[in-house]
């Protein structure tokens, strides 16, 4: 139930392609039914290319029906009508009796023949009759209530035609309930439109016919391929657009979250996911296919074997429950298999991204060896449960089709010893049908593990989108203006867990000011511009943007008004110009170029040979530290934001890079509020305000000639700096 539970979840993101789904659906039920009309239409061509000796061909069974009108007989009624004929139970029985072929009496007396069958027979044999001469004589109708017509033709001394039509209403006089004529308008309709168009067929046309029958097969072989084609194409069309719609809503989803929830999660599992959404896809278009269309078909064919050979069938639905005990003791594993297997794959996808990301070491300290052989571990590892799963999902396939050899075997069994007289068609098609009932039923049986590994694939995906953000976006959010106002930290506290990072930390920062932020490793700088920024929420204290607090306006607000310039510059695998237009998107080429230059970029930018469109590799890889940082500070200076944040952007550099860096920024502060964080010292001499931060704490503020003379935290940390 909770694979069935979970498709139904997949299923509501088809929603926006639930007219293809209904289309799909219809195509595959049509789909399904085709198979027993293909098995009838066999049958068909059978038994009319080779007649059993005995029975009546279809062509003659058609024939009679048109020139008689016989139609509608009671299949219930069947057996009773032919026991009073063979009884003799009044003299008109015993004469009809005696009009039927010996051959044929046998035929019809034969006890594996079907009740539709023996009406069939009996109807076209007392329609031979019609015009073989009178049927009445007083002695054979003394019990017989004759109608008002009958009585009118007996009085009339009939011949031809007319004869034919009295001896129709003798017999249905006689046999009222085994002959009686459709009750239903519906019915009475069709036949009076296909009687005439059967009337033209005759002994010179049964060539034609014969033809005729024979193309149901291609004709339905045809409707059979036409559905389960737009079946197939449908359900995969609305699958693959509903799992992109899963990738897009999951991926967009990652990009809501907090920062605190990639702390927490790697990079190279998260890569692993995403991949398992296209394992999804396939799963779960093959399982829409299947969940529609093979279950018709197994019940189609099973009404129609029933019909043919029901004791047969009936035998065989009683036996089918063992054939599913493999499948019970096997589907147990697929879902525990399927899980490990998973998770062993997004182990090797973190692998792989530590490694190829940080090849650098790998290379350095000769960890190559190591890491091969790490990653086989995983391979093979994964390799042991998926063939576990395989193995656990394949294995009730053929023990299902054994099981229905032997039931065939049997079949053939009981015909050869005891079974006599079926019709080379009904045994070729009831062959068929058990035949055709394999794959389908493979097919279903499959469906549980199928779900089941889909299910196991795409748990985690769901929890993910499941999972809610720590920095939720306000519900009524105001507008934010952060030109010429100040920066309020208010007694700002926050905790990485059970860590605590900042207490009580209170700080304004007026507008145009420089504000630089300094103190050993951990004392929690970097965490105040994070904050400010909203990848985290504080756990106590507000930050206020002039009179606003940052929580009451959106995200997007907020990151507009503010440029970011960080030790660690990321640069997209693109051109120049895309990495730097990020800074403001449709910014024209001029504004490009401005920037370039205002970072004081343009000259190593001329230097290549495709300018501006030079591709700077993955994270800027094919430019050196300085370039990386210049074209970060060109796309701050594009943003034109009002607020920057500095976070230690000269501290990797060196001198000749950091005077040139230093230059841009001195540029790109003018006129913005900055918070800057440095370790470099001798880069914030000209601070407006320095604060000097220990253990999440603000110990000291001032200029710089202030604290030096203070002789406190930031004279010593000065001192460790420039001591020789």
């Known amino acids: 139930m909770k694979s069935f539970a979970y498709l139904l979840r997949v299923l509501k993101l088809a929603?926006?392609?639930?007219?293809?789904?209904?289309?799909?659906?219809?195509?595959?039920?049509?789909?399904?039914?085709?198979?027993?009309?293909?098995?009838?239409?066999?049958k068909l061509v059978v038994d009319?290319?080779?007649?059993?000796?005995?029975?009546?061909?279809?062509?003659e069974q058609v024939q009679q029906m048109a020139s008689s009108r016989l139609v509608g007989a009671d299949v219930k009624a069947a057996p009773a009508l032919l026991s009073q004929l063979q009884q003799g139970t009044n003299e008109f029985s015993?004469?009809?009796?005696?009009?039927?072929?010996?051959?044929?009496?046998?035929?019809?007396?034969?006890?594996?023949?079907?009740?539709?069958?023996?009406?069939?027979?009996?109807?076209?044999?007392?329609d031979t009759t019609l015009t073989n001469g009178p049927f009445y004589q007083p002695q054979r109708f003394t019990a017989v209530s004759l109608s008002a017509e009958a009585r009118r033709l007996i009085a009339q001394n009939p011949r031809g035609d007319d004869l034919t039509r009295l001896n129709r209403l003798l017999l249905q006089a006689a046999y009222p309930q085994a002959l009686a004529q459709p009750k239903s308008a519906f019915t009475r309709g069709l036949v009076l439109r296909v009687v005439p168009v059967l009337q033209q067929i005759g002994p010179h046309s049964s060539r034609w016919f014969t033809l005729l029958v024979i193309c149901t097969i291609p004709l339905a072989m045809l409707l059979r391929g036409l559905t389960s084609y737009l079946n197939i194409y449908l359900m995969n069309w609305v699958s693959i657009r509903a799992i992109m719609d899963l990738r897009e809503r999951l991926f967009a989803h990652l990009l809501a979250l907090s920062a605190a929830f990639f702390n927490r999660m790697s990079t190279g599992e998260l890569m692993s996911r995403f991949t398992e959404v296209q394992i999804l896809q396939g799963t779960i278009s093959n399982s829409l296919v299947v969940i529609i269309r093979d279950p018709i078909t197994v019940f189609s064919l099973l009404a129609y074997l029933v019909a043919l050979q029901p004791r047969l069938t009936l035998v065989a639905i009683v036996v089918f429950p063992i054939t599913l005990i493999p499948f019970v003791v096997y589907a147990r594993k697929v879902r525990k298999t399927s899980s490990a297997m998973y998770a062993q794959y997004a182990d090797m996808g973190k692998l792989l991204h530590e490694t190829f990301t940080g090849y650098r070491v790998v290379k350095a300290y000769n960890l190559e060896h190591k890491m091969v052989e790490e990653f086989r571990r995983t391979s093979r590892t994964a390799i042991g449960f998926f063939m576990g799963m395989l193995r656990s999902a394949e294995l009730p396939g053929p023990l299902i089709e054994f099981f229905g050899a032997l039931g065939v075997t049997a079949f053939f069994i009981y015909l050869a010893?005891?079974?006599?007289?079926?019709?080379?068609?009904?045994?070729?098609?009831?062959?068929?049908?058990?035949?055709?009932?394999?794959?389908?039923?493979?097919?279903?049986?499959?469906?549980?593990?199928?779900?089941?590994?889909?299910?196991?694939?795409?748990?985690?995906?769901?929890d993910l989108l499941e999972t809610k953000t720590t920095v939720p976006e306000p519900a009524q959010p105001k507008p934010l203006k952060a030109v010429g106002v100040p920066l309020h930290f208010d007694n700002v506290s926050f905790a990485y867990g059970e860590k605590p990072v900042l207490a009580d930390f209170t700080l304004t920062v007026h507008p145009g000011q420089l504000v630089a932020l300094v103190g050993s490793s951990g004392a929690g700088k970097t965490t105040v511009t994070s904050l400010l920024l909203?990848?985290?929420?504080?756990?106590?204290?507000?930050?206020?943007?002039?009179?606003?607090?940052?929580?009451?306006?959106?995200?997007?607000?907020?990151?507009?008004?503010?440029a970011v310039v960080t030790q660690e510059t990321i640069l997209f695998n693109d051109t120049i110009r895309a990495n730097v237009a990020l800074g403001r998107p449709g910014a024209t080429d001029a504004d490009i170029e401005a920037a370039v230059r205002g970072a004081h970029a343009w000259e190593f930018v001329a230097d290549k040979p495709q300018g501006l469109?030079?591709?700077?590799?993955?994270?800027?890889?094919?430019?050196?530290?300085?370039?990386r940082q210049r074209l970060a500070i060109a796309r701050a200076i594009l943003k034109q934001a009002p607020i920057?944040?500095?976070?230690?952007?000269?501290?990797?550099?060196?001198?000749?890079?950091?005077?040139a860096v230093q230059a841009a920024l001195d540029d790109l502060m003018k006129g913005c509020t900055t918070l800057c964080i440095a370790h470099r010292l001798s880069t914030i001499h000209h601070a407006d305000v320095i604060v000097v931060m220990d253990q999440g704490r603000i110990v000291e503020t001032g200029t710089h000639s202030e604290l030096i003379q203070r002789g406190g935290t930031y004279q010593k940390l000065y001192e460790m700096q420039f001591r020789k």
């Not at 004469?95 to 006890?111: D, G, K, N, V, Y």
């Not at 501290?651 to 890079?657: F, I, N, V």
């Open 15 to 42: 929603r926006p392609y639930r007219v293809r789904l209904v289309l799909g659906i219809a195509c595959g039920f049509l789909a399904g039914l085709t198979n027993p009309m293909l098995l009838g239409s066999v």
């Open 48 to 59: 009319t290319v080779f007649p059993t000796p005995g029975t009546p061909s279809l062509a």
């Open 94 to 126: 015993r004469f009809l009796w005696s009009q039927i072929p010996s051959e044929r009496q046998q035929w019809l007396a034969a006890t594996n023949i079907t009740p539709t069958q023996m009406r069939d027979g009996l109807a076209f044999f007392l």
């Open 417 to 462: 010893l005891y079974a006599t007289g079926p019709t080379p068609g009904d045994l070729l098609s009831f062959v068929g049908g058990i035949f055709l009932m394999y794959a389908p039923i493979k097919n279903i049986l499959k469906l549980h593990a199928q779900l089941e590994q889909a299910n196991a694939a795409s748990a985690f995906l769901f």
């Open 534 to 562: 909203r990848f985290y929420d504080p756990t106590q204290g507000v930050i206020r943007i002039g009179d606003t607090d940052i929580r009451e306006v959106t995200t997007a607000d907020l990151r507009s008004q503010v």
């Open 613 to 627: 469109d030079t591709i700077v590799g993955e994270k800027g890889v094919n430019l050196s530290g300085g370039q």
């Open 644 to 659: 920057l944040l500095l976070d230690e952007a000269t501290s990797a550099l060196d001198t000749g890079s950091e005077r």
